[in-house]
């Protein structure tokens, strides 16, 4: 199964944990079992069909687009990155 890495801002969902293992070879099956294991994930991460404009998602090493029929593998490692912002 993929690993996802959560976030901090999103473990409060998960019970604190990291990563976690869901199933799933596209974005879309991950995102909706990452929602039956932790309700209220999906919103957090998603505008409708797309991954929300201010998280980039990183699989295996590389940012995917924003929609959810991106594939991965059962052994891929999936990071939700939030978007920084500020400055001057």
């Given amino acids: ?3 996802v890495w959560i ?3 999103m473990r409060d969902l ?3 944990a990291d990563k976690v293992e869901v199933a799933g070879s596209t974005m879309r ?14 919103e957090r991460l998603c ?4 991954i929300r404009p201010n ?5 295996d090493g590389a ?3 924003r929609n959810l ?3 991965v593998n059962e052994h891929s490692e999936i990071h939700f990155v939030p978007a920084i912002s500020g400055g001057v």
């Fill in 1 to 3: 199964m993929p690993t």
């Fill in 69 to 71: 029929s991106e594939r």
């Fill in 47 to 50: 505008d409708d069909d797309l």
């Fill in 29 to 42: 099956q991950v995102i909706v079992h990452l929602e039956d294991a932790y309700p209220g994930i999906k």
């Fill in 14 to 16: 998960t019970g604190g």
């Fill in 55 to 59: 998280i980039s998602v990183v699989v």
């Fill in 7 to 9: 976030p901090s801002l």
């Fill in 63 to 65: 940012v995917i687009p």
